[in-house]
């Protein structure tokens, strides 16, 4: 991680740091599992099992290990006679079963059975059995995507069987893609990528060749569109967290406009897609820092895509952004752009660094490069376990490999733990007064369904109060839609409020008759990892804490050491410096002080000053002091001249 500007990090220290980097981001996982535990946990089925998870074991899951029943083997469904029905219909649940487990898409090996054995197809026999699964699949609405096939021969044909080199495995297979056409908007499938990296990598000018589909000249010219200020324009550097779509229908291709150099609105893509990927586009300069972290946390990725500048490597904040997405734990994909301007002895030491780093204790990644279609297949399919992390080398001006990175996005697994049955919570992280709309309110959907005309509660404000509202609209990617659900990123327009009265940070409740306002806390109890920090780190401590879309000083004021330093894990008790927040157990937090300093998760809400977390009292009076001024303020919250406390 990134050393201090006060003392340089000594190597042990910095190794201490790293090892500790990697146990801790395991541990929050588990406990991410108790703050969103997965809508069904008790299929084998499903994506996220319970609080011991192991991504790379997965694959059992889907193997069906609870069915009871005896199971027909697939080869018998696919190349059953065409008027067995009982096959027809068996197949047809099995492949809904596929869809509903992968939020509407699946990808399908025709050619191997459930648990992974050969079915031995000959090419007659694969070609019936294609075209039985195409059948089916439209009767489930639905469209087949052929992938890659292995000694198939055709279009699709993979690489290392077409060369002819392979002579040991004959049987025909391959991977076919199934994709819902979404029967109304907001069934689409959506996934949110976070595209980070040091300045100049080139991330605005990927993501504008990606969803024009034009190339750039090399001059900038791709990256025009995405800018939101005449500044960004002027300097060519993102400031400010920018947001891009770019859709595939059900046959995997991408959304462009008919007419070459025009960019589709968000409205015709949203229409036109069986799934939107959204790209939130950070700043990569120093300055920005703080804005890349809250566009990070705020805007909760599926999945992290590093940029990387083939003539410079991985340098200056490229190590923080991608210490900061080891932290929250997403699957990380490399893109190392500019090599058509790159010597070959620059791009080989780039690649050999960046290698260097992912292998490394902190990162633990296996990185696998990927060169040609059917590398870039089997692992975006395989792309759940984290310890992956593939590499691809692209360049924006001549378009080389950018195929490559398009198909592995098509093909992306929806990743992430949303639970739709839980009470419903939205996190807000922008706000905007739209004329004759009123206040808008964009976010998360964090868990459950909320529909228009829903009677909600907005807080908290600076007093720690909730205000009671109802949403009039809602928006998906500019598109009017009747409900959101856990998971989905939202726009609600809120009635009888004032734009100066919400603010990034706050959340959407329900509101329930009878029920107490939610609890806000200025107070909480978090287990925290220190990654970088020259001096020891005691009470009276203040940093800048980023909780999801909340970015507040706080100030420590109990931890259970005397002191923590370096690669160090500590229970600590963090103090809000303005005003009380909501919070919930298993919240991920972050704090800085200019870099990166630590990371943790939030144990519990409220702390108890009769109760200290070291505990032998200190001979000297500083806890007691800081027992009475915590007091203090509480009593201050709580009595109604308070508003000085949490202005």
């Not at 991410?32 to 535990?37: G, S």
Request: aromatic share 6%.
């Amino acid at each position: 991680m990134s050393s201090s500007k006060v003392g340089k990090q000594l190597p042990h220290e910095r190794r201490k740091g790293e090892a500790a980097l990697s146990d801790f981001a395991e541990f929050v996982e588990k406990q991410q599992a108790l703050r969103y535990p997965s809508s069904k946990p008790t299929t084998a089925t499903t994506k996220t099992t319970p609080v011991e998870h192991h991504e790379e074991l997965d694959i059992l899951d889907s193997l069906n290990l609870d069915d009871s029943g005896p199971q027909i083997p697939l080869r018998d469904l696919l190349l059953a006679p065409a008027d067995d029905e009982i096959a027809q219909q068996k197949l047809t649940e099995h492949l809904e079963e596929r869809l509903l487990e992968g939020h509407g898409e699946a990808v399908f090996d025709l050619g191997f059975e459930n648990n992974g054995d050969s079915m031995r197809l000959s090419k007659d026999e694969w070609d019936a059995a294609f075209s039985r699964l195409k059948e089916v699949t439209k009767k489930v609405g639905a469209d087949c995507d052929l992938l890659l096939t292995k000694n198939v021969g055709g279009d699709a044909e993979a690489a290392s069987t077409a060369a002819g080199n392979d002579s040991r495995d004959k049987d025909c297979s391959g991977k076919i893609l199934l994709r819902q056409s979404p029967s109304t908007v907001e069934d689409v499938i959506e996934t949110r990528i976070a595209v980070v990296g040091n300045v100049d990598a080139g991330k605005s000018s990927m993501l504008g060749v990606l969803v024009k589909g034009d190339l750039d000249d090399g001059r900038g010219k791709a990256r025009l569109n995405l800018f939101r200020h005449k500044h960004e324009i002027e300097t060519g550097r993102t400031s400010s967290v920018g947001m891009e779509i770019m859709g595939f229908d059900t046959l995997g291709n991408v959304i462009t406009s008919d007419t070459p150099g025009r960019k589709l609105s968000w409205e015709e893509i949203g229409k036109r897609s069986a799934k939107v990927i959204t790209f939130t586009d950070l700043a990569g300069h120093e300055r920005y820092l703080r804005t890349t972290v809250f566009g990070l946390l705020s805007s909760s990725p599926n999945y992290c895509l590093l940029m990387v500048a083939a003539n410079n490597g991985l340098i200056g904040m490229s190590k923080e952004h991608l210490g900061i997405a080891l932290a929250l734990n997403v699957p990380i994909m490399v893109v190392v752009t500019k090599i058509d301007i790159c010597p070959p002895n620059i791009l080989e030491q780039t690649i050999q660094q960046i290698t260097k780093i992912l292998k490394s204790p902190a990162a633990r990644k296996m990185p696998i490069f990927i060169n040609n279609r059917e590398e870039c297949i089997n692992t975006a399919t395989q792309f759940v376990s984290q310890r992956i992390c593939p590499i691809f080398q692209v360049s924006n001006v001549t378009g080389e490999n950018l195929d490559l990175v398009r198909t592995f996005f098509n093909i992306l697994p929806h990743h992430g733990r949303y639970d739709s049955d839980a009470p419903f919570e939205f996190h807000v992280n922008d706000t905007f007064s739209v004329p004759f709309v009123g206040t808008v309110v964009s976010g998360i959907v964090k868990s459950g369904v909320v529909h228009a005309g829903d009677n909600v509660l907005i807080g908290p404000d600076s007093l720690g109060q909730f205000t009671p509202t109802s949403i009039r609209s809602i928006e998906r990617k500019r598109l009017g839609v009747p409900a959101a659900s856990a998971g989905q990123s939202a726009s609600f327009a809120l009635k009888k409020i004032r734009r100066k009265d919400v603010r990034k940070g706050m959340v959407v409740l329900p509101k329930i008759e009878g029920q107490p306002l939610p609890k806000v806390y200025r107070e909480f109890v978090a287990e925290v990892l220190i990654l970088s920090h020259a001096t020891t780190i005691k009470t009276k401590y203040q940093a800048m804490l980023h909780v999801g879309p909340v970015s507040q000083t706080c100030a420590i004021i109990d931890v259970d050491q005397p002191y923590i330093r370096t690669g160090d894990r500590a229970l600590v008790a963090f103090r809000f410096v303005q005003r009380p927040e909501y919070l919930a157990p298993g919240d991920r937090l972050l704090f800085r002080e200019g870099r990166t300093k630590g990371l943790g998760i939030v144990k519990s809400v409220g702390y108890d000053p009769q109760k200290p977390l070291m505990p032998r009292q200190p001979d000297d009076g500083t806890n007691a002091s800081s027992d009475e001024a915590t007091g203090s303020v509480e009593k201050a919250i709580a009595s109604p001249t308070g508003a000085r406390v949490g202005a």
